[in-house]
């Protein structure tokens, strides 16, 4: 049998695949009204796609609706750890995807496979984290051309998107798909929050009531992760570097400190931030015994681990699955998951099928969007047009049985006049 390129560990593991996706696409009703109607309008006809994304089964119903709309795709893992293997080959035996990702590849593979799906001259960019933008405008740019414009699903991915508009250095309209609502309401706060705490829990099994859990960054995805720490019984310490984020984390209750200050009551430390070398060498010299260090922003950045290394005089690796224990000199020990990268795709299974539903099918409907209505846009970032947000919350309400009001004409009569 003749499948799409591809560079995967073992498509013999597709038909374990195919039932891992089968069973997220359970949860995900909205996505699979967005395929049927991209199978009967194939509004993506003759397009190609390049896609840098989390290879999991969420993805996958994501792949299987743009190719059901007509489009050829091409996948390259976001992160090293985060694929599964089966889900990957599953997409190449199953769904026609050409998928060039493995479970731990190497950092050289990994620019590799960024590159191949580039060389399929992609009219469409799907990105998780700006690595495939940056890529093709820094290593790449003569494949730039061809290229109508792409989404971006992180908010690193669009914090770097930003800068690169900033100093004219962005060629391409990039739509942030990350700042739309529904992706920051329940992706990041209700998603990212469950999951880092099922990686935690997967990775040590430690108890999380009556610990002191520091999060450490309290946007949408500090905020999710703060509430279900303390659904759990811990007390919450927040670090943050924005004074309204820290007041909104005083006013609902959460201690706020430096982290000069949480390092040494800190029983776990979890980054959020999207930015670099928020628990240095200062802080980990600080940390009490059995400190446990998980990140959940996008790079593995946001925890110094060169630092940690420096500091410590001896390794464990592997002490469990997913969990690293660093000694110091003193004897203390910190236990560092997934590598310092996202803890919750390395140690578990990133967010829950029912919340990427409405993320993805925002990300499939942008995509169709951008198809439709790219000529005439000029480099820099978009924003999601908001009657696609509003479709998707439509479409969710609706597949779980919730109705709504709807304005009378006398009411949209009022919000259109300024007369009394």
Same mark, same amino acid.
């Given at each position: ?13 597709? @038909? /374990? ?8 696409? +359970? ?14 309008? +194939?509004?993506?006809? #003759? ?36 694929? =599964?293997?089966? &889900?990957?080959?599953? !997409? ?15 950092? %050289? ?37 061809? %290229?109508? #414009?792409?989404?971006? =699903? ?6 770097? *998107?930003? +800068? ?12 942030? $798909? ?15 929050? =469950?999951? &880092?705490?099922?990686?935690?829990? +997967? /990775?040590?099994?430690?108890? !999380? ?11 949408y995805c500090g905020r999710g992760l703060a509430e279900r720490a303390r659904g759990m019984g811990a007390r919450v310490v927040v670090t943050e570097v924005d004074p309204v984020k820290a007041l909104d984390a005083v006013m609902q209750g959460y201690t706020v400190s430096t982290m000069d200050d949480a390092a040494p009551v800190g029983d776990v430390f979890v &980054? ?5 070398? $928020? ?52 004897? @203390? @020990? %910190? ?18 099928? /029912?919340?990427m539903d409405m993320s993805f099918a925002v990300q499939a409907l942008t995509a169709e969007w951008l198809a439709s209505e790219h000529a005439g846009m000029g480099p820099g970032v978009l924003e999601v047009p908001e009657g696609i947000d509003t479709e998707v919350a439509r479409l969710e309400l609706a597949s779980l049985g919730v109705r709504i009001d709807a *304005?009378?004409?006398? =009411?949209?009569?009022? !919000? ?5």
């Open positions: 049998m003749t499948h799409t390129p591809h560079e995967v560990a073992d498509l013999g593991l597709a @038909r /374990a695949g195919a039932r891992r996706v089968a069973w997220a696409e +359970r949860s995900m009703p909205v996505l699979r009204s967005v395929r049927e109607r991209f199978a009967a309008e +194939r509004p993506l006809e #003759g397009l190609r796609v390049a896609a840098c994304l989390h290879v999991t089964a969420e993805t996958a119903n994501l792949l299987r609706a743009l190719r059901a709309g007509g489009a050829e795709v091409a996948l390259a893992a976001s992160n090293p750890l985060s694929t =599964q293997d089966d &889900t990957a080959a599953a !997409l190449v035996a199953e769904y026609g995807v050409s998928v060039h990702a493995w479970a731990g590849m190497d950092p %050289v593979a990994y620019d590799r496979n960024l590159v191949t799906v580039l060389e399929t001259r992609p009219h469409l960019l799907l990105d998780d984290g700006c690595d495939l933008v940056n890529t093709v405008h820094v290593a790449r740019p003569d494949l730039l051309d061809g %290229v109508l #414009g792409g989404c971006e =699903q992180t908010t690193t991915g669009v914090i770097r *998107l930003r +800068r690169m508009s900033a100093e004219g250095e962005l060629r391409l309209p990039m739509v942030a $798909v990350n700042d739309t609502a529904t992706k920051r309401m329940f992706d990041n706060r209700y998603g990212t929050g =469950q999951s &880092t705490i099922d990686g935690i829990l +997967r /990775a040590t099994n430690a108890l !999380l009531a009556g610990r002191t859990v520091v999060v450490a960054g309290f946007g &980054t959020v931030t999207g930015n670099r070398d $928020v628990v240095r060498a200062e802080h980990l010299k600080r940390m009490k015994d059995g400190a446990i260090l998980a990140n959940s922003g996008h790079f593995d950045l946001e925890i110094d681990l060169s630092a940690l290394e420096r500091l410590a005089v001896g390794v464990d690796r592997g002490v469990r699955d997913q969990a690293d224990e660093y000694v110091f000199e003193d004897g @203390r @020990r %910190v236990l560092l998951l997934s590598e310092g990268r996202l803890v919750n795709l390395g140690a578990a299974e990133g967010h829950p099928a /029912a919340v *304005l009378t004409p006398g =009411q949209e009569a009022y !919000l259109r006049s300024w007369r009394p």
